[in-house]
Every structure is written in structure tokens, then in C-alpha cells.
């Protein structure tokens, strides 16, 4: 199936530095989601994005749903270390309240050196 | 509300050997996913069922694989027989529409030896 192209791959960064990724596709996506996967566990939804241009933030995550819909980004400011781990993001290509499946980028290691 | 409910949490299994996987969505989700993790080509859906209907098994990857979901609140995916290019970490989610989000399990490491 389809991929997203989920960039960087991984990030070494410092305690208190500012993260930034990004997903893109070549076609349109009408939602998009990201998640947190930690080791052993399943991915966990940290935003979701349903509207072209919308900005949302959960604390100290923000991510944004690209005009075109065919991309989307996620900021993560002053990371801790509980940040560690591979966020992913994922689109969703139905209209209205429809469950259809989910396409997800190969996702972002972040480690976070001391 | 104990989330979405995997078992087992890992599988050793020989290969020729069938394998059940078993899911318990979240009571009131309509909508069950089964999904596969591995290093090389990352989530990928499998199959997907609405108001326990099977929608969408296009992600199957062979007829060695089947899934059902004889009730709302029960869903397994049997692999018959296994290989070990199955080894991977198989995932069920639900949902209750995508304004919701998905609701992962914990999942199962499958391993075939």
C-alpha cells in the first residue's frame, strides 16, 4: 500500500531543544493524525488534523495540516526525555464520519541525549 | 475503559504451525483494524472491519492469512501456515469514526521460527 514519506528518520537532539518533522504525499489526505509509539507498546494519538491550514497544539506539541492536504508537520518545543521514541504520522483519506484505514509514514526515532 | 486488548503479547510458533491472533476492541467501537509492524515496510494495514463486517482486505498478504469477527466484541487473524517472513508485530485498533482517532493495542510479537 501507499506510504507516506516521513522525514527525518531519526533526530539526535539535546534536553530542551526545540523538534521539528514532517509528512508528505503525493496525493490528498482530508485528515491527518500523529502518534507516539514507545517501545512494546501500540502507537498513541497525540493530534489530529481535519481541516486544510489548521494549527493545533497539545501542550508542548503543535502540528499543522498543510494547505495543499497533501502534507502535514509536527513541532515539539522544550523536549524532555519522556519524548523519546518514534511518532509517526498517518492519513486518512475519507470524507464525513466513515472509518476507513489509516496510511502511516515509517516514522521518526527521537532520542534525546543527555 | 481497558483500552483494546491483545493476546497473546508475543508468539514463538515453527514454521508450518497455525497461529491465532486474538483482539478485544473497545466496547462501542464500530470499526476493527489489523495492522503489521516490521522494520522494513513499517504499518501496514491488513484488513479492516465496520459494524463487524470485513470492508477491506486488500492488505492481506496471502491466502495463508484470514480474519474475522463473529461479534462486536471479538476479532482474531489466524495465519495458516505460518512463515517466518510473518514474524512481525501484528496490532488491532479501533475506533468509533475518524474524528476519534484509532485506539491501538498493545499488540503481538509474532515470531516463526
Known amino acids: 500500500g501507499q506510504q507516506l514519506n516521513q522525514s527525518p528518520q531519526s533526530m539526535f537532539i539535546q534536553e530542551g531543544e526545540d523538534v521539528s518533522m514532517n509528512c508528505t504525499s503525493s496525493?490528498?489526505?482530508?485528515?491527518w493524525l500523529w502518534y507516539k509509539q514507545d517501545p512494546g507498546e501500540g502507537p498513541v494519538l497525540l493530534i489530529a488534523?481535519?481541516?486544510?491550514?489548521e494549527l493545533t497544539s497539545n501542550g508542548r506539541l503543535t502540528a499543522q495540516f498543510g494547505i495543499t492536504r497533501k502534507d502535514s508537520f509536527l513541532n515539539i518545543s522544550a523536549s524532555i526525555p519522556s519524548d523519546v521514541g518514534i511518532y509517526f504520522c498517518?492519513?486518512?483519506?475519507?470524507?464525513?464520519?466513515?472509518?476507513?484505514?489509516?496510511?502511516f509514514g515509517k516514522g521518526t526515532h527521537l532520542i534525546i541525549q543527555p | 475503559d481497558a483500552g483494546v486488548i491483545q493476546s497473546p503479547r508475543h508468539e514463538v510458533t515453527e514454521m508450518g504451525q497455525e497461529v491465532t491472533l486474538r483482539c478485544k476492541p473497545i466496547?462501542?467501537?464500530?470499526?476493527l483494524f489489523w495492522y503489521r509492524q516490521t522494520m522494513m515496510r513499517g504499518l501496514e494495514l491488513l484488513i479492516y472491519?465496520?459494524?463487524?463486517?470485513?470492508?477491506?482486505d486488500s492488505g492481506m498478504p496471502e491466502d495463508r492469512f484470514s480474519a474475522k469477527m463473529p461479534n462486536a466484541s471479538f476479532s482474531t487473524l489466524k495465519i495458516q501456515p505460518s512463515e517466518p517472513r510473518d514474524s512481525a508485530v501484528y496490532f488491532c485498533?479501533?475506533?468509533?469514526?475518524?474524528?476519534?482517532?484509532?485506539?491501538f493495542g498493545s499488540g503481538t510479537r509474532l515470531t516463526v521460527v
Open positions: 466496547s462501542g467501537h464500530n470499526s
Open positions: 485498533a479501533s475506533s468509533w469514526g475518524i474524528r476519534y482517532g484509532y485506539t
Open positions: 496525493s490528498i489526505f482530508n485528515t
Open positions: 472491519f465496520n459494524n463487524n463486517v470485513p470492508i477491506d
Open positions: 488534523l481535519y481541516k486544510a491550514g
Open positions: 498517518a492519513g486518512h483519506r475519507g470524507r464525513g464520519g466513515g472509518a476507513d484505514g489509516l496510511t
